[in-house]
């Protein structure tokens, strides 16, 4: 049931919001150089390596980091206004689509992000699909804590419900969560 409502809900969703997502790319594209889309391999279901899609919120050439070690100058002004919004986020709703991620569950890490994905599998955090959105997102839980979002994940993982998940996208859709933190 969980597969279906995600195809439906990023289908119909990726209807409805292809206006907004196109005066992104368009304002992406008109404040900075380099590409609209920023693609970057994360690890997903399994352990088994996917490419997840954002839009491009830093500078062309900036350093491929995970979201808690961005220095907040390598950022774009439009960059800047999209995370804080979580639209930078919306391109991922084509990774739910395909099914490389659900709408909710734990965030999928970067391959080089090795504490996380020890401490993930320690806790068989792997055997779902990684979210767009989840409970670690809401309690402002990021990857520089490894064993503290695990037990987030975890948490999740073995708690997961239908009614469950509805209240995490509720929570997200009305600002829920701090969105991606920067360095200073």
């Not at 954002?54 to 900036?62: E, I, N, Y």
């Amino acid at each position: 049931m969980k597969r279906i409502f995600d195809f439906l809900v990023s289908a119909l969703a990726l209807i409805g919001l292809m206006p907004v997502m196109l005066v992104i790319a368009y304002l992406i594209a008109r404040s900075s150089r380099g590409g609209v889309l920023f693609v970057q391999t994360r690890v997903g279901k399994c352990e088994k390596p996917f490419q997840c899609y954002k839009f491009r919120t830093m500078a062309h050439g900036a350093p491929v980091a995970g979201s808690h070690e961005v220095a907040e100058n390598w950022i774009t002004p439009i960059g800047r206004r999209l995370r804080s919004a979580k639209l930078d986020e919306l391109p991922q709703l084509f990774n739910v689509l395909c099914g490389d991620m659900s709408l909710v569950g734990p965030r999928p890490c970067l391959p080089v992000q090795t504490e996380v994905i020890a401490a993930r599998r320690a806790l068989n955090v792997f055997r779902v699909r990684p979210g767009i959105t989840g409970i670690a997102q809401l309690a402002s839980i990021d990857m520089s804590t490894p064993e503290k979002l695990a037990r987030a994940d975890s948490e999740y993982v073995e708690n997961r419900s239908f009614s469950g998940d509805l209240r995490i996208i509720v929570a997200t859709l009305i600002g829920g969560g701090s969105g991606d933190a920067a360095r200073r």
